[in-house]
């Protein structure tokens, strides 16, 4: 099964660019679908952004549409979220996660659809 690890948190100013990293391990990386989800204090956890294990398609959530997007990189077992023009509403702790995921599926944006979840990377946006 695999491993997943975040990278990549800080504190930024409103406007900002912030990249996470997620790093995989202990699987074959190219065979499950990724996201990003993100929580908030005193709110459940929400999804951010999601890539098909073909990485042919993406998802974003509403509130971060044309400033977040979601990559991988297979050669490196690796996944990104490229986070532009933060808001202080963007502060969170942000997870990657992955589910094993066949070809030709639908993007699932539930956080109880996705079985392997890293530890968590905190990104503070200050106004």
């Known amino acids: 099964q695999v491993q997943l690890a975040e990278s990549g948190g800080g504190l930024v100013q409103a406007g900002d660019s912030l990249t996470l990293s997620c790093a995989a391990s202990?699987?074959?990386?190219?065979?499950?679908?990724i996201a990003w989800f993100r929580q908030a204090p005193g709110k459940e956890r929400e999804f951010v952004a999601a890539?098909?294990?073909?990485?042919?398609?993406?998802k974003n959530a509403d509130s971060v549409k044309g400033r977040f997007t979601i990559s991988r990189d297979n050669t490196k077992n690796t996944m990104y979220l490229q986070m532009n023009t933060l808001k202080p509403e963007d502060t969170a702790e942000y997870y990657c996660?992955?589910?094993?995921?066949?070809?030709?599926?639908?993007?699932?944006?539930?956080?109880?659809?996705?079985?392997?979840w890293g530890q968590g990377t905190q990104v503070t946006v200050s106004s």
């Open positions: 996660a992955a589910r094993v995921s066949g070809f030709g599926l639908p993007i699932l944006t539930s956080p109880s659809q996705y079985a392997y």
């Open positions: 890539m098909t294990r073909s990485g042919r398609s993406t």
């Open positions: 202990g699987g074959t990386f190219s065979s499950y679908a």
